[in-house]
């Protein structure tokens, strides 16, 4: 088994770790693939620039020897997780796709998102004021596994109000954040 989790980890916090860590635990797996989105999300709040996403990420991961860094989609166009999932097949067997509870409820317009369901497995993340519509997952076919994951930090508001949340930080994402003065004009 292997994981995939992907996100824009702008930034990538404590909670992204305690996620991947959780996961590690939960599942076992050989290998947790950490795939930051690409730049085409330009449609998202005050996404700062991929390589800095990824370097971040990669300092994120860095004591995690299960754990480890794509830039698969440092790409011009985004082209669907189920490419991208296409992609990471070639290097790595028996691939499980881990997504947020919020992000599945529009999976029926994602792109390809019948040979996603019809070729993947899922694992999908809920907190605990989150009910999961399991009859929607029924009916598109979607199989799953529900992960359990709360946590009051998040990266919109590490964004909204960096030097309040720097705790919210891995000491060496927090380090190159202020290094790079990522995210201090944000309100």
Do not use: C
Request: no cysteine; net charge positive.
């Amino acid at each position: 088994m292997v994981l995939v989790f992907g996100g824009s980890f702008n930034p990538p916090t404590l909670a992204h770790e305690a996620i991947i860590k959780k996961l590690y635990i939960t599942y076992k797996p050989k290998k947790i693939i950490i795939v930051p989105t690409g730049d085409f999300f330009s449609w998202k709040d005050n996404l700062v620039p991929y390589k800095d996403r990824y370097h971040m990420a990669s300092l994120m991961i860095k004591d995690l020897d299960y754990a480890v860094l794509s830039d698969i989609e440092d790409t011009k166009e985004f082209l669907g997780s189920y490419h991208t999932l296409n992609q990471l097949k070639q290097s790595y067997d028996n691939l499980y796709f881990v997504v947020g509870a919020d992000h599945i409820k529009s999976l029926d317009q994602w792109i390809d998102y019948k040979k996603l369901i019809r070729d993947y497995r899922f694992i999908i993340m809920t907190r605990n004021d989150y009910t999961l519509d399991e009859p929607y997952l029924k009916k598109l076919g979607v199989r799953y596994e529900v992960f359990n994951f709360s946590s009051p930090i998040s990266s919109t508001t590490v964004r909204q109000d960096l030097k309040k949340h720097l705790d919210f930080l891995n000491p060496l994402v927090k380090d190159y954040i202020l290094k790079h003065n990522l995210y201090q004009e944000v309100k």
